[in-house]
């Protein structure tokens, strides 16, 4: 069964970075699309950013230009650079399938607080 272990995630204060990653124990150069998703206290989880095979991206209009994933499918892991973080962005962030198709995992949490 294919595993998904993220990474990354702290307290950090607002308008600070955070490099998120996502090692999945099976090869992620079949899956088109892969995405992050964050879930806030209280709140469904939402797909927050994108990126396909080709390295075509997408995000919610909340992060665009403030983040940006990546993946790396020789070393089957999924990047999220997260830059002038906001209060708003304190979740635990999960990496998946898009759409998510894998097992979820145990996600790692950000928390942004002065």
């Known amino acids: 069964q294919v595993q998904v272990v993220e990474s990354g995630g702290g307290l950090v204060q607002p308008g600070g970075s955070l490099r998120l990653s996502c090692v999945v124990s099976g090869s992620i150069f079949g899956f088109n699309a892969m995405g992050w998703y964050r879930q806030a206290p209280g709140k469904e989880r939402e797909l927050v950013a994108t990126v396909t095979r080709s390295g075509v991206t997408v995000y919610v209009d909340s992060v665009e230009g403030r983040f940006t994933i990546s993946r790396d499918n020789a070393k089957n892991t999924v990047y999220l650079q997260m830059n002038a973080l906001q209060f708003g962005d304190t979740a635990v962030y999960y990496c998946?399938?898009?759409?998510?198709?894998?097992?979820w995992g145990q996600g790692t949490q950000v928390t942004v607080s002065s």
């Open positions: 998946n399938t898009r759409p998510s198709s894998l097992k």
